[in-house]
């Protein structure tokens, strides 16, 4: 072997060594980085006229395990989901309340009862009547709050679906121009090591909105398909809308063609508003805008129902005319039972026995259209509407027989119990999610390893600088004889 052949060999082992040792680098100081691929120098072999020419950089290998990413983007999307959906019934049991908890709205129609107690016990006492109001108008003023603030819940997850879709659009987006920008460095040559963890990241952005597969294309670039079929991305990224609705009342919903589906480039989904593309916090906003809300203010519509049917009949008030209203009403009217939805907003006290509006709380006593005074001492329509509240009925949504306190607690122990399955299923999800998340980070940067690594390019720099001072070493004796 020939000095410039030696030195030729001793300064592509440098050159190497110099690059694994920054690729080293980068790996410790990346360890923590979500979507950081593990790097690796590929090295070959010269060969020059037929000679070994020492080594040569062959690329840089990014090291990740497909399988697992897959299983866990999956993971992220589930996880999602079930943290949307417990945040919303966590917020639905604030709205409406617990069994046996003060301000939920079993404890107010318990407090009615009461108070209707207390009435007719010495139905003379303007005290116990006006009470007996307050109590009233409590109840109804809760189940008119708990509407309003589900008609809020559902006009935040409107919000929500709107930048979701907004931050999709996006990300696939940056996801069409990272693949060019791969495709671009693969042909030309060059390290796309950090375009790939760029566009793990935004993949990952999508997969808590929409679950995704990643499917390989050529030159490096990937398309995203939903597991249910939904191409997102395939050369050119989808364009998905939606419309938001700033207001949103009990009475708008998709199949009314109130609120907004998604559509992909300016067409319709499926009739549910999401289509293929269902998981995801995305799925679970629209789940929580179009089920679990409005099942929600269904559920208390029926017990406005409820509530205002056990006054209304004019078998109990004898001043009450057929068809007119009773102590409780639909916004001053009779309630009708083909108008049911969104009656838990419009119930209200009848103003001819609420003191604050210039009622008389006589008439609770009397009868709601009384027209002068009765005799002090008759509690018959107090006891006779103690009994109706209490009274087991069905009701439009309810086939069981209950009490008004007994129907309005199975309906808040059933947002309780829907609440803890929900939990239930993200205490699984976080474990799994967890798992997966582990595994991932294993297959990702050991420093124990990286320093090893050091360690040997350490050790081959020295001994290619040691070829390297020897050639000069010769060469300096040659010129010296």
């Known amino acids: 072997m020939s000095i410039t052949h030696s030195l030729s060999n001793a300064l592509s082992g440098l050159t ?94 318990t407090s009615v009862e009461a108070a209707l107690v207390d009435a007719a016990s010495d139905s003379s006492s303007e005290v116990r009547l006006t009470a007996l109001a307050n109590r009233l108008s409590e109840l109804t003023d809760g189940l008119n709050t708990a509407s309003g603030n589900i008609q809020r819940e559902r006009e935040r997850a409107d919000a929500s679906i709107a930048s979701q879709v907004e931050t999709l659009n996006a990300s696939l987006e940056q996801l069409e121009q990272l693949n060019g920008d791969i495709s671009y460095s693969i042909n030309t040559g060059g390290d796309p090591s950090p375009l790939l963890d760029a566009r793990q990241n ?27 079929g939904q191409m997102l991305i395939d ?119 609420d003191p604050n509006r210039g009622g008389a709380v006589t008439n609770l006593r009397d009868g709601v259209n009384a027209t002068a005074p009765g005799p002090a001492g008759n509690s018959t329509l107090l006891r006779a509407m103690s009994d109706a509240l209490s009274d087991p009925r069905a009701s439009t949504l309810d086939p069981v027989t209950r009490g008004a306190a007994e129907r309005a607690g199975e309906f808040e122990a059933g947002l309780g119990s829907q609440r803890l399955t929900f939990e239930a299923e993200l205490g699984f999800q976080t474990a799994r999610w967890s798992s997966l998340k582990e595994a991932e980070a294993a297959d990702g940067v050991d420093t124990d390893y990286e320093m090893q690594m050091l360690l040997r390019i350490e050790q081959a720099y020295a001994a290619n600088a040691r070829v390297i001072q020897t050639v000069n070493s010769l060469m300096q004796r040659l010129m010296e004889i």
Not at 49 to 56: D, K, W
Not at 208 to 224: D, K, M, S, T
Request: hydrophobic share 45%.
């Open 235 to 353: 050369g050119r990224a989808k364009s998905f809308g939606f419309v938001e609705n700033v207001v949103i009342t009990p009475d708008m919903t998709l199949a009314s063609g109130g609120l907004s589906g998604l559509t992909l480039d300016g067409s319709a989904l499926e009739p549910d508003g999401i289509g293929r593309m269902a998981g995801g916090s995305l799925g679970a906003s629209f789940a929580a805008r179009d089920d679990v809300l409005v099942s929600a203010q269904a559920g208390l519509d029926d017990l406005a129902a409820d509530l205002i049917s056990r006054f209304q009949d004019n078998g109990l008030d004898g001043t009450i005319a057929p068809g007119g209203a009773g102590v409780l009403t639909d916004r001053g009217a009779a309630f009708l039972p083909a108008n049911t939805t969104g009656l838990a907003g419009r119930i209200s006290l009848n103003i001819a026995v």
């Open 202 to 228: 935004v993949i990952d952005t999508i997969s808590e909105i929409v679950p995704v597969r990643e499917l390989q294309r050529e030159n490096g670039r990937v398309a995203l398909m939903t597991p249910e």
């Open 16 to 109: 190497a060594s110099a690059r694994m040792a920054e690729v080293v680098s980068s790996n410790v100081a990346n360890a923590l980085t979500d979507g950081y691929g593990r790097r690796s120098v590929d090295l070959t072999s010269a060969v020059v006229g037929g000679r070994g020419a020492g080594v040569e950089i062959g690329g840089i290998t990014r090291h990740v395990d497909r399988g697992i990413i897959a299983d866990r983007r999956l993971a992220d999307a589930d996880l999602a989901a079930s943290s949307t959906l417990v945040s919303t019934l966590s917020s639905l049991q604030d709205i409406v309340g617990q069994v046996g908890v003060e301000g939920s709205i079993s404890s107010r129609i």
